[in-house]
């Protein structure tokens, strides 16, 4: 008989396993099909840093969470409703997670002498009552997936393995996902492997008729699509926004793309997903290290190409004596840092924004480089075009911040037509003055950037260096006059893009909020979502956030000083609270939070209730 359907308006669920476990692609192909229901959906994929971790062990615990609802959500969640442990450790690292009455999904044949001790356990959580605040489903995964896939011509080990394809068919059925897009997906994955195919296909229908025919699960649930914008949508997680918004840029400058960029996490996926551009003239160059990196990126730039570099905050380090030359040169250059926690090698895969006063700041001499932040997987698609417009139109190097967050996390992305999308031509310089003085500091009179001239062509030769440049001919200067009038030049450059970028939007319903919201970057879910809350408790408070960190939007300073309280939220010790209280002299408050995981809605609405 057909089990009972229940309608619910949105669901949080946590996938945890070992490293081993494949919990990134169960969390991935639940995700797939949660987009093709048509359900707003937003994810973190949580991993841990080392490539292979000791099985069974605390540090190798992965884990995917996955927000799904029928109506606009901002982020993965702060607690899930159902978590999934494969392993005694994954429940160790997620149960406190969970909150009372949740439903926890639990691999009972994972429960082992040898696996608690791993986990720290003294005595199995699923007999000495420690668990009776959870709804507690102890399914024996691994000997029913084994069971499942008898007879197909797999090794003890590629049986077991499957086991995750199991659980990924249990959910599937438990919140009522289409089933043919992950057939078809384990065909194409291992197409080449039959048997492999085969056994985690079983495995896959085998966890979906288990949770058809359990007596565990009584109901069924439903979350039906959200009302969304009309038009075409892809599931894109942030560094894929990217690649493909540097490809965008590419097309609507009509500049080749080259990438120079050195593997490092969380930034790597970038120069992967453009690798495979190269119908579109972009090139990639995998450098022996980060200096090399950016290096080629400015040469390219040099030659006449749109020249980027990624990297995350270690690497950024690494590259600022290149970024300090690209000041001088007066050159394009995009520089993409994914931010992830430090310092130094810090925490690989964990998310941090703590890198603002370094791409502002981390720089001999006075050497301002515009800087731009994302806030959404979606918006790095669009971030990446107005980072490109902005060094191609002022002859500079601009900074784009990302974190691991926004990197490695999806969300249903409106595919935006070719036409909407900005022209963002290169204005070269082909031709040599009339009277044959190519002057290659000479200085448009509304941006103040340099003209552009590809080098070998005929009469627009000139020479490039780190010294300093004479106004105008760019000759070799050491005249301390001239040195003050170049480092106020480049200066009043980049303080100039104040006036071609929008001003700072407030969303302030009712126009008297005492409270301001102020955030940048990744945080942008979490305080929306936090603001929502405190909204529907009938409190009043504005909420706005910055994609501009240097030049601020224009009109900053005024919407600052528009409200009595101005909070600012970061995943920092205060970065944007020190710039904004040193330019506007603005008594705001800090709420700030350095734990490598996404700030909580929760979180900002305590700190909001709070200061109200």
Known sequence: MAKPVEQLDAVIIRFAGDS????????????????????????????????????????????????????????????????????????????????????????????????LQKAGYTASPLEDGSLADYNVVQVPLTSMTVASVKGIDVTPREAERSKNFFALGLMSWLYGRPVESTIDFIERKFGKLPAIAQANTAAFKAGYAFGETSEEFAVQYEVRPARLSPGVYRQITGNQALSLGLVAASVQSGLDLFLGAYPITPASSILEELAGYKHFGVRTFQAEDEIAAVGAALGASFGGAL?????????VVLKSETVGLAVALELPLLILDIQRAGPSTGMPTKPEQADLLMVLFGRNSESPVPVVAASSPGNCFDTAIEAARIALKYRTPVYLLSDAYLANGAE?????????????????????????????????????????????????????????????TGNVSYDPDNHDLMVRLRAQKVAGIAQDIPELEVDDPDGDAELLVLGWGGTYGPIAAGVRRVRRAGRKVAHAHLHYLNPFPRNTGEVLRRYERVLIPEMNLGQLLKLVRAEFLVDAVGFNRVRGVPLKAAEIEEAIEAML
């Open 412 to 472: 249903p992305w409106l595919i935006p037509s070719v036409d909407s999308l900005p022209q963002i031509g290169p204005t070269f310089l082909t031709e040599p003055p009339e009277d044959g003085q190519f002057l290659p500091y000479a200085r448009d009179p509304e941006t103040l950037a340099r003209p552009w001239a590809i080098p070998g062509t005929p009469g627009l030769e000139h020479r490039i260096g780190g010294l300093e440049k004479q106004d105008q």
């Open 20 to 115: 081993g476990d494949g919990m990134q692609l169960t969390g991935d192909r639940f995700t797939s099909e949660t987009a093709l229901v048509g359900n707003d959906l937003a994810t973190f994929p949580d991993f841990p840093a080392e490539i292979r971790a000791p099985a069974g062990s605390l540090p190798g615990v992965s884990g995917f969470q996955v927000h799904f609802a029928d109506h606009d959500i901002l982020t993965p969640g702060d607690r899930p409703d159902v978590l999934v442990a494969m392993n005694p450790a994954a429940l160790r690292t997620n149960l406190k997670d969970l909150p009372k009455g949740g439903t926890l999904i639990v691999n009972l044949d994972a429960f082992s002498e040898r696996n």
């Open 307 to 315: 020249g980027v570099s990624t990297s995350a905050g270690p690497g």
